[in-house]
């Protein structure tokens, strides 16, 4: 895009559209760790703007980029093909709360935790509760089928949206799906838009459900003598006639490195720990989380800590988060993968870890949604590791697959994993999609190099 | 298709493969009340039959209509176009039941019930519940994305299919989505698929998402003076922290075919009766229920009944069935609509049908899940009434579109609701749904005639 460009989609578009360097480097990179700057920013007021920046992409074919907060973990709302970033945070406004209906409708900016927030206090809950939802926009969460600790009992993104407004890439506003709770009139497009990463059409509004907010949640903690018992464990709660609204793993290498943190002495070199939680009424929470700690007890637990008040809930929540937070800061180079196997896979899948971070030379962490087989495996080395760090990954992938599982259960393809899709899709799935992209984007206007090869 | 064809296509497929006028006939209807027989009938064994058959279909240019059990509202199973029903009943095999990993895989000609018992038997729950749930079939399910009463629970069918196996129609077979319970590897083939009434592809095997079986399910009815204060009650029960597995509304027509089935009299010209369900561990259950009588009493009911035991319970459903067996029996021509609105607007469509059917000279019947906003209008008349039928549903339909609702909450389009589609999708939206078909089917071998105009 050259300075004449640039200046005539300024004047276009009006000062929601700057290409100084400052606004140029915001808009360079998400968690994934890359930088690659756009040549322009656009902060659309409304769909129309969207619509607008559109037609002048068609008409001078420069390539656009949707992007949310930015928290998203595979580069998925990086400009790869240079181009426009339209970012949509400042289209916040939650436009509806329907107590009666129970449902919401926001645009595409307003932040995941604002959006629980104003349904707690109307007496409902969004559910959805990625690691980053007091940043992260309900928008980037539908892009990407966001998940979180909560989708093991109550469902991810795609499971809310009931209906959605976009804009397509030749400009023209779209809207999908209903604003009741069911609805089967034609191809679902609604949920392919839904996890398709930016690259169909930009989503400006959402409406979402919302169900009834429980009124308690009780957390617990339960310390395993390996992953092996502790996975054990999840299996068995999951079979046992209780649905945790969280349930999470961490394991030994994890562990290790919030050893101050922990109200316990590491009992030995394999050591995992579960952090579960049950909602509901007070007593029912009360009950499920005693039978989800007499699960572990059964299963083994070297000990079991139940959070006997919300104080002592955060700082089991709090060992989660640091583990997570110094993971990233302990080395300088970090890549999160994001596999899910079955869950009875998990142990297995954790046994292979050490060996294929000696392989390469890195550090391997896993801890994650145990409950939904889910589990983050993060990778640090030092300066320069990208490569090894990729081989790892394939390896993991390749590992993965062969347990049965995904390459990724909620954090999506972007440009990170996309050099491995077609280890996993075959190749009529991937010409399926090609087709489908090329049904909505046949200029291939809308981010390109994303999720298919 | 002329008897030489027929002939070589025996000859090619195989003793699955028959013309004659039996199964013909026995193929040439759903419960939509058509009569449309196709030229011959194709029973697979396996993917690998259903293959070879859309190989043959794209040589010899006929049209092959996928069929479950039949038991389908919308004509989405009938061969408009002539050619091959393949019909997938005798792939009935539940191949895994997978107590660990809380899922099941299953070949489509399975039945909804011998799922859910095989599940149940187990330990866990298969939630969908088709009122057919004893005849359909889970690849007619996911077909039409299916719902029933527990859906304002748990869900429709899409929820619960985490990956599929399918023949395109150019024969080969693809494999879309996860045996986990997460992932976001490219486009969602699988829920595109789920709801696509059988014109993208032939599923043949399902993997579905299992939870664990609550252990206890209370019912009771609460009678009202009019469908207002009924649906009042419900949005209150919505919105109060319950969540009901079942909050189905009948209005006062149905009521009055069923008279003297009922533990009342019917208190006006006005009545509504509500039947809800709450399920979970039984003190749960048991506060629950209680909680949504007290509701209904605070919300006027006039009478109160809940379902002491079982067979309390069953007479309960039992008027329900009654209802729809009752209608279907009382004229000689009966259409099924099944319209959703937001749950407030319930009482504006009630309000609306008897006007309706005056004007068109026909009966209307309203009852369904109202805790979904989802309605099954029944229409029915003398022997001929067809069209004047379809002019009501338009009228009707026009209605739930300036209500903010759906034309079909779980019924699907297929033939009998695709005059109206345009009604509610906008051309744009059609067209990017002809864009999808046209990647799967480029000779429009599948399911021709359905959906899309």
Redesign the interface.
Known sequence: MNAALLDALGRELGPGFVYDEAARDAAAKDDAGLLIPPEAVFFPADAGDVSRLMVLAGRHGFAVTPRGAGTGLAGGCLAVAGGVVVDLSRMARITLL??????AAVQAGVVTQTLRQAAKEA??FYPPDPASLTTCTLGGNAA??A?GPA??KY??T??YVLGLTAV?PDG?V???G????????????T??M???EGT?GIITELTVKL?????EVRAAAALFPDARAAVAAV?AV??????PCALELMDRACLGIVAELLPFELPGPEAALLLFEAD??P??AA?DIGRMEAVCRDGGALAVLPAQNAQEREELWGIRRQISTRIHESAPFYLSEDV?????RIPDLIDALPALGQRHGLRVYAFG?AG???IHVNITGEAGSRDRAMALARDLIAEVLAL??????????GIA?RPF?DM???Q???S??R??K???DPAGLLNPGK??P
């Open positions: 329907d107590t009666a209906n129970l449902c007496g409902l990407t089928n998940g989708c093991v469902g991810v795609r499971d397509l023209e779209v809207r999908c209903t604003a009741t709770r069911k609805g089967v009139v034609g191809y679902d497009l949920g392919l839904v996890g398709s169909l169900i009834p907010h429980p009124r299996a999951m079979a046992g006639g209780v649905s509901g009424d007593d029912q009950r899910a196997v079955p869950i009875a949604h939904d087989g889910n049965g599982g995904t390459m990724s259960g909620e954090h999506g393809i994993k899709i996993e899709l075959s009529r799935s991937l399926l999609q087709g489908i090329a049904a909505f999720v298919l």
